[in-house]
């Protein structure tokens, strides 16, 4: 563990502490490069390639994680500049330090007021956020080292708290909240929409604002729709790479998904870009820009609530029953077929991961007491 002011000036903290572009740390990355070359760094020849090389290093991850690890290696410098700790190259015992005070609340300063501790899986991000940062710089940091691995193990054993699921959107509740919505307005038309594919096609928020009219429209598009006769289909880009997602129609036009996802194109005149978009102009303009995903999580907790969704808890545990996730967990829990589809609907590597989305299944199906003789 070396002291800052062992560093030479390459190292500085100070220089190292805000990401810039797509890389936390400054060093040997290709998206690290300057554009113009710097000082002969890139030949004339190659300023193209660098350029693509820069766009490929972005489209490893999702703007949301990048955002995420930036303020996570921001969080780490600072630590380090307040303990007089070197930020480069990467040290194990330095890092366990850090998730140490992560876990205790003290990583917020001695100034710092009411700093709750950090929960296991903020930890486990800002790891991750750590890890990836040094690995774009050129110097890895071994998290199997038992500075790290045992620390976070003891983190683990001591602060891992049960999953918090949100509440699952049945149909009778979706129902229910398609009926709050404002009739023959855009938004009204738009959010049915939103609620609707979100549900019917088990997609996560940022797949449901990521969608285009058509392919490659658009360059922060994850996937695109195309309507036929017997129902919908919805190509998306994953952490794993592209899946087709099939929505057929309903068998009632008031809660037919592709019916009302063709009314929202219809009513709001459009033809190419991003399908969700912002309604202007007290609501009779359409905007061009794409909605961002919050406001998927926003629209159904806001309608669950208007429609008296699990009544029987206070408004404050209720609004914290609902988000994006909801609509997910609602069509696993509610698909009466082998798990097999669900799962592939849903895009999970294992079963096991889709069962942990239904919370409707019958849990005591099979009865081992009863089948040992007792």
């Known amino acids: 563990m070396r002291p800052i002011v062992e560093q030479n000036s390459e190292n500085h903290p100070q220089e190292s502490s805000t990401p810039s572009g797509s890389t936390a740390v400054g060093g040997g990355d290709l998206a690290a490069l300057p554009p113009d070359g710097g000082s002969g760094a890139v030949p004339a020849h190659l300023r ?4 693509r090389a820069r766009g490929y290093v972005e489209a490893a ?14 969080h780490f410098a600072a630590w380090c500049r307040r303990q007089g700790l070197a930020l480069m190259p990467p040290d194990p015992a330095v890092v366990g330090l850090y998730i140490t005070a992560c876990a205790s609340g003290s990583s917020g300063g001695a100034g710092a007021r009411n700093v709750r501790p950090n929960t296991v899986s903020t930890i486990e991000r800002r790891l991750s956020a750590l890890s990836w940062s040094y690995a774009q710089a050129g110097q890895p940091l071994d998290r199997k080292d038992r500075a790290i691995a045992t620390v976070m193990a003891g983190i683990r054993n001591t602060h891992a708290a049960p999953p918090r699921q949100k509440e699952a959107v049945l149909p009778e509740d979706l129902i229910a909240m398609l009926e709050t919505l404002e009739r023959g307005t855009l938004r009204g038309l738009r959010d049915r929409a939103m609620l609707l594919i979100g549900f019917a096609g088990g997609l996560r928020r ?11 429209q658009t360059q922060d598009g994850r996937g695109w729709i195309e309507i ?8 998306l880009r994953g952490k794993t790479g592209w899946r087709e997602v099939e929505i057929g129609r309903g068998s009632s036009e008031a809660t037919c998904p592709v019916a009302a996802v063709g009314a929202w194109i219809r009513f709001a005149k459009l033809s190419k870009g991003p399908l ?10 359409v905007g061009p820009d794409r909605l961002n995903d919050q406001e998927v999580a926003r629209l159904v907790k806001k309608t669950a609530l208007a429609a008296g969704v699990r009544g029987d ?15 997910r967990a609602g069509l696993a829990s509610s698909a009466e077929v082998d798990e097999r589809h ?11 991961m ?3 989305y239904q919370r409707r299944r019958d849990r005591f199906r099979v009865n081992l007491t009863k089948a040992a003789g007792l």
């Not at 991850?61 to 921001?74: E, F, G, I, L, Q």
């Not at 940022?206 to 490659?216: A, F, V």
């Not at 036929?228 to 190509?235: I, P």
Request: aromatic share 6%; no cysteine.
């Open 48 to 51: 193209d390639l660098t350029e």
């Open 61 to 74: 991850s999702s703007a949301n994680t990048r955002r995420a690890y930036a303020a996570d290696w921001k």
């Open 206 to 216: 940022s797949e449901i604002t990521g969608l285009d009219l058509g392919r490659d």
């Open 228 to 235: 036929f006769d017997k129902g919908m289909l919805v190509t």
């Open 276 to 285: 969700f978009r912002r309604v202007t102009g007290r609501g009779k303009d």
């Open 313 to 327: 808890l206070s408004e404050t545990e209720r609004g914290g029953k609902f988000a994006g996730h909801s609509l």
């Open 342 to 352: 669900v799962q592939k609907q849903l895009g999970h590597a294992s079963a096991e």
């Open 354 to 356: 889709t069962r942990k």
